[in-house]
Structures are given as structure tokens and as C-alpha cells.
């Protein structure tokens, strides 16, 4: 029996480069990238991948994501890269990747839009590998509604990927997280937040055949289910400045 890994990174050679270009794509979870050798070099993923027998992959980039590294002018060229580059490497080695996920250029929606046509309706792409922010903005603002339209039109999963960085605070009083807790408990945290919005916001009501896959095993949310049930239960019942009786009804 195959085994097939959904949520492998790898960044293309084209991209790679263009990544490695950019202050964005070479510091903090960037830095670390740069680090390993495994997810831009493909001789040594092969040499890791054939230490199993009969496994294959699904490929989607690492962090960070593109409008990290680069403003919206640029986004969408960053994407098409990407996105074409991932998919010559499954039809290239079709025993090794199993298929793909794209990037977009969230930064700029309309683009983004686009480019989700393109790989999602019309090109090879098995789904979309979202970030739970754009530049701190949450995805269930409506400039972002075309994407889920496209995505849930396509009936192919959005693959969702955490991304808070250093710049997320811990606590109010002070500007940067510390000791990398914007990852060790902020990953999983901002993935139950996004999903929790998506939700509250109407997206998932909206596009009901919309599928997404959330990393880290679902995040918070299978572990904190009693909580979500009798918190929810009382919604609105602890916030004074905001009417939460349409969403609670």
C-alpha cells in the first residue's frame, strides 16, 4: 500500500531563488529555511524519501508565505512561479509527488483570485495552502471571499497553515513574542482563531462545500472541546461593547 504525505513543503529551484532574493524570505522562520537543506534541494528530499518504501508526497511551500517577502506588485509573479514550478515537479517525478497545493498572492486579492482560477479550475492543482493571516489581516475579511468561492466552486480542499511570526506579541505591553512562543503556542492558537472566524464571520455558512484541512492535527480545538461547547454556550455574555445575539441565535 502507497503511503501519501499531504502536507510536505518544498520550494521549487525558481522560487528558491527569488525567495532567497528578499529580506522577508531570509529572515526569522525564513532564516530557518534557508537552513534546511531538504525542502529546496531535491537530491537530498530524495535521499530522505528513500529511506520508505512506497511513499509519495503532496507539495505545498514552506513558511514564509509570499506576502511576506514581497509587496503586491510582486505577489502574483511570486505565485505563478511557485505554483508552476510545484507542478513540473509532480509531472516530472510522478512516483515521488503525488500532487500539489498553491500558493497565492493574498496581498492582492484580485490577483489571488486569479491565480486560483488558473491552478484550481483550469490547471493540475490538487487544493490551496492558506495562511491563518495576510500581513495580520484575518481571512475572514470579505475582500477575501472570491478565494473561497473559487476554492468551494472547485470541490478541492484549502490546506490551512499557521502564520503568525515574532512581530505577534505575547502580552499587550510589549512588541515582539519571546522564546519563539509565536510558534510553539501561537501556531496552534491563531489556527483555531482563523477557523473559529471563518466560522462566526459566515464563510463556512456561505460556501457550505467548502473543505478545509487544518494543520497540527485540528490545532486547539480537538483538545479543547468541553470548553468550546459550554464557552460558546454563553456567547456574548462576557463582552459589553459588542451584540453578539445574531451570531448566538
Not at 57 to 86: C, H, K, Q, W, Y
Not at 129 to 143: I, K, M, S, W
Not at 182 to 199: D, H, Q
Amino acid at each position: 500500500m502507497r503511503t501519501i504525505d499531504a502536507f510536505c513543503h518544498f520550494f521549487p529551484p525558481d522560487f528558491f531563488r527569488l525567495m532567497s532574493e528578499t529580506a522577508g524570505g531570509t529572515r526569522d522562520v525564513g532564516k530557518r529555511m534557508q537552513g534546511v537543506r531538504t525542502i529546496f534541494d531535491l537530491d537530498a528530499r530524495f535521499r530522505v524519501m528513500d529511506q520508505f518504501e512506497d511513499y509519495t508526497e503532496i507539495l505545498s511551500l514552506g513558511l514564509p508565505p509570499v506576502e511576506a517577502m514581497v509587496g503586491p506588485d510582486r505577489t502574483p509573479e511570486f505565485a505563478a512561479v511557485a505554483n508552476d514550478g510545484l507542478a513540473e515537479l509532480v509531472s516530472e517525478h510522478p512516483d515521488r509527488f503525488a500532487g500539489w497545493v498553491g500558493a497565492l498572492p493574498m496581498n492582492a486579492p484580485d490577483a489571488a483570485a486569479r491565480e486560483a482560477e488558473r491552478i484550481l479550475i483550469n490547471g493540475t492543482a490538487n487544493g490551496l495552502q492558506l495562511h491563518t493571516n495576510v500581513n495580520g489581516a484575518c481571512l475572514d475579511e470579505p475582500r477575501f471571499l472570491p478565494i473561497f468561492e473559487i476554492a468551494a466552486k472547485s470541490g478541492k480542499p484549502i490546506l490551512l497553515h499557521p502564520a503568525r511570526g515574532p512581530d505577534m506579541p505575547d502580552f499587550a505591553a510589549e512588541k515582539r513574542s519571546r522564546y519563539e512562543i509565536w510558534t510553539i503556542f501561537g501556531w496552534p492558537y491563531e489556527t483555531s482563531a482563523t477557523m473559529a472566524r471563518l466560522v462566526f464571520s459566515g464563510v463556512m455558512t456561505r460556501f457550505p462545500e467548502l473543505k478545509v484541512l487544518t494543520h497540527h492535527l485540528g490545532a486547539m480545538i480537538p483538545f479543547f472541546d468541553a470548553r468550546i461547547d459550554t464557552g460558546w454556550a454563553t456567547l456574548g455574555s462576557r463582552t459589553s461593547d459588542e451584540d453578539y445575539s445574531a451570531v448566538s441565535a
